[in-house]
């Protein structure tokens, strides 16, 4: 092979992977993906002149689809597979065992990449909102799809990249919450996350103070990052913040003070081959200060089942358990230590109305105690009127989770000007995902509201239904 | 709502002790062997006992019998070690990940409980050992008895279960290091083939590696073990029997063909002649050998010279030249015996030996040298395993918090 045709195939196996002296035929169709491409980029609202470059094309397109981390590892696929493919290229000896190496990394190599490429067509099908069967021809004829996509009038798609970078997004309140010696002061400046080289903020500027014996809702769409922000609260997931539970820094204590939080996850993860009885006596085991005998532990087993009505099937596997059984196990276990903190993850799911209603007064009474309970839920109005205070997260146009509302019941309803809070949280989903697309409007509102009151010497955010 | 009582709330008292690391093992064993009774880990033990069988059925007319069998045999019961110790452990942590991340926040210690899992694996190891010795033993396979049979214990039976546990116990807890980094039981179980076959491709005992992979053999467990078994069984002193089989098994055999003039004559210019064309072929006749020959008594010209030497090249010419061979080239010549009438000229007995004793040379691998130290050396390297993946399956499940959702 000449210098010059080495060259050739370095170049186009590089921008189009294509072996222009055995491959030519395929160099029409990879000519004319890019055009349909162009097209795409230029609707999607990205830099067209970004088709021609290998790697950021792919990045970009991860862009448009929505499906960033992908696009990057997309985009580094395809460079790794150029690689190998201009390292066949010097391979003279195709039975030798370098040629052997190279052809099982391509072929891993093309499957990781056929794998990543259809989830992100998968998500560009939906930003254009077309039929998922759309992907059969990205995936066999790559060249149609991208022209008709790229250059017909009726293909456009339902939000452009561009669009992405709103002044809500980057508008921040610049105020904290006061430190108090009792109750939960929670000043999280961001939370990020590094996906594929980048870093990804998932929350940013939340700022409040939740008074002890209150009980708090949590609401937000999904992914606004509503897990996210009760690891970071209970400093399971370390965030860029200063957390504080009844005057003690979470984050520099958190080895002393995670016995004092109790975190029930969505899920019932405990395990079927123990009984009822041996879960408690072994969470109890872990839970409390080993100062307590084995007849004090045995003791505040005994009463725990008894609270949360476990008592009769304490000899019964968790296997054999109902569902509203072990979710009252799975609070029961964290209960044990009597934490000041206590989360919980959607504990009604799977529960029905009636039960749902039980186990939320049960939390209610504890709340009572002197603790603080934040919940998750899905369906929160049917128990509204147990609860003291509602936490709003909401995606930002840059699907950071963000603050849009912290404060007693009666006064979110009035900021959102809703009636429920089910029509709340449909207020600041994204009109793909069936809601209304207002999250950077509240966002920007309550923003503007807590640097007011910090501007009036007030509580420099609002705090919870007692305070205020 | 009602009344608050911040009393109850305010500052605890921080700095208390929790439970310890070595409390926290007895909870996490106490829960495997509730496991190993409810969700019926318990099958592995007859399992163990059925593919010990299975194995047996195969190899108890070989194994300590000749070198192939002893090879095959110590392969078999290699497999059957890794097999037994992958899947006692491959989905141990990864089927309770969440679970563990939970009790983590709750104060569990990881090296607590990976303690449990070791101490359990250990327990679950022995006995599916023991239960496969038992069953080799029943099947009888010829493994030698009594006192004094050992290389290192006084009995070989001991010795076999000691490298058959080493196996399977680093095997375990490769699979538990595996476990630990899985996300999924998924996960886990389509890793596990990959492992399994890197394992019996490059133990190096069976399949012959190319060059460049043969370095890769040191980093299997089945290589260790392999060689821990086939010293065991005697390797190098016992017989290769293979090849002396094929040849007495083609006994029938008819060897030989029908040749031209012509192609014998073309034969005279191959190559291996060639080689061979200034070998001397008759040496220098003396008066003396005539003499000999014919019974005469010898005299003073006994050593004066008949003949020069006569070497491969010119037998060769005179054959190329001969009037009679050139004028008969179509002429065909058989020649045809059987495998049998050939041994039989030789002397079976004689081959018999000469094959064997040739072939086991050949065979000979000092690898696998019955020796205290040889053993020892590959035990010692099934324990390196054992500890490296335990520590390794501790360190990453260390790393369970930085899970991403």
């Known amino acids: ?468 | 709502m009602s009344e608050v009582n911040t009393a109850e709330t305010a500052k605890k008292v921080r700095k208390v002790h929790h439970t310890g690391r070595t409390s926290q093992v007895w909870i996490y064993l106490g829960k495997q062997f509730r496991f190993f009774i409810n969700e019926n880990d318990w099958k592995v033990l007859p399992m163990a006992a059925v593919i010990a069988g299975l194995v047996a059925m195969v190899i108890r007319k070989k194994f300590f019998v000749n070198m192939e069998g002893s090879l095959i045999g110590a392969f078999a019961l290699t497999c059957v070690a890794i097999w037994n110790g992958c899947f006692n452990s491959i989905q141990s942590v990864c089927r309770e990940r969440a679970i563990i991340k939970r009790e983590h926040r709750s104060g569990m210690h990881i090296s607590a409980y990976m303690g449990a899992h070791m101490i359990y694996q250990f327990l679950l190891c022995a006995a599916q050992t023991a239960l496969t010795m038992f069953v080799l033993r029943q099947l009888s396979v010829p493994i030698p008895r009594g006192y004094g049979s050992g290389i290192i214990t006084p009995w070989m039976i001991c010795d076999l279960g000691i490298s058959m546990f080493l196996i399977s116990y680093a095997s375990d807890m490769m699979s538990l290091f595996l476990s630990s980094i899985s996300r999924t039981t998924t996960g886990a179980m389509t890793l596990m083939p990959f492992i399994l076959i890197f394992q019996l491709v490059f133990s190096g005992g069976i399949i012959p590696l190319p060059e460049w992979s043969r370095p890769l053999s040191n980093f299997t467990i089945s290589n260790y073990g392999i060689r821990a078994l086939a010293s065991q069984s005697g390797y190098n002193e016992l017989p290769m029997t293979s090849v002396w089989n094929s040849v007495s098994g083609m006994k029938n055999s008819t060897i030989g063909r029908d040749f031209t003039v012509a192609e014998l004559m073309e034969k005279l210019d191959s190559p291996a002649i060639e080689k061979f064309k200034d070998r001397v072929v008759l040496g220098t006749i003396t008066v003396g050998d005539a003499q000999e020959v014919l019974g005469v008594e010898k005299d003073e010209h006994s050593e004066e010279t008949l003949t020069n030497p006569i070497t491969v090249g010119q037998v060769v010419e005179l054959l190329k030249n001969s009037k009679y061979l050139n004028e008969h080239k179509d002429k065909t010549i058989s020649l045809k015996t059987t495998v049998g009438d050939v041994l039989d000229i030789l002397g079976e007995e004689n081959v018999k030996n000469f094959v064997q004793q040739k072939t086991a040379e050949a065979a000979h691998k000092d690898e696998y040298e019955s020796s205290m130290q040889n053993i020892a050396r590959n035990w010692l390297m099934l324990g390196v395993f054992i500890a490296v993946f335990a520590a390794l399956a501790t360190l990453m499940l260390e790393l369970i918090d930085k899970d991403k959702r």
Request: aromatic letters at 10%; proline letters at 3%; charged letters at 25%.
């Open chain 1, 1 to 468: 092979m000449s210098v010059l045709m080495v060259l050739l195939n370095v170049l186009s196996l590089f921008f189009l992977n294509v072996r222009v002296d055995e491959q030519w035929s395929y160099l029409v169709p990879s000519l004319l993906t890019l055009v349909g491409l162009w097209g795409v980029f230029r609707k999607c609202g990205l830099n067209p002149w970004h088709v021609l470059i290998p790697y950021v094309r792919d990045v970009r397109l991860g862009e448009a689809a929505g499906m960033e981390k992908e696009g990057r590892i997309l985009g580094f696929l395809s460079v790794l597979l150029s690689f190998t493919n201009v390292l066949g290229l010097f391979i003279t000896n195709p039975d030798g065992s370098e040629s052997a190496f190279v052809t099982i990394a391509t072929i891993f190599i093309f499957l990781l990449q056929f794998v990543y490429q259809a989830r992100v067509i998968l998500a560009l099908i939906e930003v254009f909102n077309r039929k998922k069967a759309w992907i059969i021809l990205w995936m066999l004829a790559e060249w149609i799809a991208a022209m008709i996509w790229g250059w017909f009038k009726e293909y456009q798609p339902l939000w452009k990249a561009s669009e992405m970078k709103s002044s809500a997004a980057n508008f921040f309140s610049g105020t904290k919450a006061e430190v108090m010696d009792q109750g939960l002061t929670v000043n999280l400046e961001e939370r990020t996350a590094r996906e594929f080289f980048k870093t990804k903020y998932l929350l940013r500027d939340i700022h409040m103070y939740i008074q002890p014996g209150h009980m708090v809702l949590l609401l937000g769409g999904s992914g606004a990052g509503k897990t996210t922000y009760l690891n970071a609260v209970n400093g399971y997931e370390k965030a860029k913040a200063e957390v504080v539970l009844n005057g003690h820094n979470m984050y520099k204590e958190y080895k002393d003070m995670m016995y004092d939080i109790g975190f029930v996850p969505q899920q019932d993860l405990m395990r079927g081959s123990d009984s009822v009885y041996r879960t408690l006596m072994d969470a109890a085991t872990l839970r409390l200060p080993s100062e307590f005998t084995r007849a004090e532990r045995e003791a505040r087993v005994e009463e725990v089942m008894e609270i949360f009505g476990l008592t009769p099937v304490k000899d019964n596997l968790v296997v054999k358990l109902s569902g509203g059984q072990r979710k009252r196990l799975s609070i029961a276990m964290e209960f044990l230590s009597n934490p000041s903190l206590f989360i919980l993850d959607e504990p009604d799911s799977g529960l029905d109305g009636v039960m749902a209603r039980e186990l939320f007064l049960q939390l209610r009474q504890i709340a009572d105690q002197g603790k603080i309970i934040i919940v998750i839920t899905h369906t929160p109005d049917r128990v509204i009127d147990l609860f003291d205070d509602v936490i709003v997260l909401a995606k930002d146009s840059n699907r950071t989770g963000r603050l849009a509302w912290f404060g007693p019941i009666d006064e979110a309803k009035a900021f959102f000007g809703k009636d429920s809070m089910e029509e709340i949280v449909k207020s600041v989903n994204r009109e793909e995902e069936g809601g209304e697309g207002r999250a950077d409007e509240f966002i920007m509102k309550y923003a503007e509201i807590a640097a007011a009151n910090a501007g009036n010497g007030k509580n420099s955010v609002p705090a919870g239904s007692a305070a205020i």
